[in-house]
């Protein structure tokens, strides 16, 4: 039965918890948990916060299950939920221990910084990856994978066919996988993110 959900895409899983399939809501959780706390734990010292946190967050997903929309990237739900929580919870704090407005409006500010820097170094690791494969097949897997184009819409670009497009998608992914494993631990995530 595990399995079964294990194959299952984050939009079928919220469809399923949404029926309150546990076993779905387990998977989600096996999924995203690890990421998200690795995430908070950069905002505490204390590591039972950040549990806490996240712990508070997948309760509220479950328990506000039926409102969820499949089609919602999760992923991105999820962080910002994290990130919403993590706000509050220090503005919180700052009431306890007499953090001025500034210093809490700093670290926002920082933490939006480190996002942008996150953001432009992955965007330089993905160029970098995409140099590695041959003109056409580069082309064709910018349009799908950075710029978010249909098949259809690459087809109709190019002027070949969709079949064309998926052997050229299929060729490039087979090759930056190859490349992968004789890159940094940080260019294989980023290129694994860009062959999801």
Same mark, same amino acid.
């Given at each position: 039965?595990? +399995?079964a959900y294990a194959k299952q895409s984050d939009r079928q899983l919220i469809s399923s918890i949404q029926q309150g399939e546990l076993r779905a809501f387990d998977e989600l959780y096996g999924r995203y948990a690890r990421k998200v706390l690795a995430y908070a734990k950069t905002f505490f010292w204390d590591k039972a @916060?950040?549990?806490e946190v996240v712990q508070e967050v997948f309760?509220?997903?479950w328990e506000t299950r039926a409102k969820l929309d499949p089609e919602l990237n999760f992923s991105a739900f999820l962080y910002t939920c994290v990130k919403n929580k993590i706000y509050n919870k220090l503005k919180a704090q700052k009431k306890r221990v007499f953090v001025p407005d500034t210093e809490l409006e700093t670290l926002a500010d920082e933490a939006a910084e480190e996002e942008q820097g996150y953001r432009e170094s992955r965007r330089q690791v993905a160029f970098q990856l995409l140099g590695l494969l041959p003109p056409v097949?580069?082309?064709i897997?910018?349009?799908s994978k950075l710029e978010g184009r249909s098949h259809? @819409?690459?087809a109709d670009m190019l002027n070949i066919s969709i079949r064309t497009v998926e052997h050229h998608i299929y060729l490039a992914k087979k090759q930056l996988k190859t490349q992968l494993l004789?890159? +940094?631990?940080?260019a294989l995530v980023v290129g694994l993110s860009l062959l999801a």
């Open positions: 039965m595990a +399995s @916060e950040a549990e309760v509220k997903v097949q580069q082309n897997f910018t349009l259809q @819409e690459i004789e890159q +940094s631990p940080y």
